[in-house]
Structure formats: C-alpha cells, structure tokens
C-alpha cells in the first residue's frame, strides 16, 4: 500500500492550496482517509476525515474553511484550504485505514497507512 501526498507550498494568510493523495495497492472506495498534519514540536493532530459512504469529519478550526472530498475512480482524496492562516503551517500527511471506527478518526494510531507528507507554510 502507498500512499502519495502532493499539493503543498508557500502561501500567504487568506490563500488557498489543495492537497492531494493518491493511493495505490488497496481498494480505495473501501477505505476511510483522513489528513493530520505535524507543525514543528507539536504532536500530529487529525485535521479532517472522509469515509466510504463519503461522511466528512473536521477539526473545529477548520470547519468552514477546509472541505475533503474523494474521487474513487482515481483512488485519490482532496483537501481543499482556503482562508489559510500561519497557525496551519505544518507538514500534512493523509492517512488510511478501512476497519477505523468513527470514535477512533482522530487518533493517528488507528491507521495503518500513512503517505510521506507535504509542507503547507503560511506567511506573508
């Protein structure tokens, strides 16, 4: 199983990215992904979730301003950041699993796959 994550950058506050992971290697349609992301010294923190029947679960400061979405037929999940601000500066990583429960999306240790990272750095 790989896992491929691409999309950040250098944005200034209030820009826009959209990360991307592709998946290879699982039958991704069954499988619930998420995004954390890791700023420097701070432990990884769930960001958003997606799962099979396409329910989306955010971190409260994100709402509004982040949406998930996926696209089954290119085994690929999305994350679209607008308003972006410097506390979102982190590295992003996606994250799979298909037995996850709904009580657990938030803890990374209820993964199993994990994709390299991608920097999002927010400054002006």
């Known amino acids: 199983v790989q896992l491929q994550a691409s999309g950040g950058g250098l944005v200034q506050p209030g820009g826009s990215l959209r990360l991307s992971c592709t998946a290879s290697?699982?039958?991704?349609?069954?499988?619930?992904m998420s995004w954390f992301r890791q700023a420097p010294g701070k432990e990884r923190e769930f960001v958003s979730a997606?799962?099979?029947?396409?329910?989306?679960y955010y971190k409260e400061s994100v709402k509004g301003r982040f949406t998930i979405s996926r696209d089954n037929a290119k085994s690929t999940v999305y994350l679209q950041m607008n308003s972006l601000a410097p506390e979102d500066t982190a590295v992003y990583f996606c994250?799979?699993?298909?037995?996850?429960?709904?009580?657990?999306?938030?803890?990374?240790?209820?993964?199993?796959?994990w994709g390299q990272g991608t920097q999002v750095t927010v400054s002006s």
């Open positions: 994250a799979a699993d298909r037995q996850v429960i709904v009580s657990s999306y938030r803890r990374a240790d209820a993964y199993d796959y």
């Open positions: 290697g699982v039958s991704f349609s069954t499988y619930t």
């Open positions: 997606i799962n099979r029947s396409r329910y989306t």
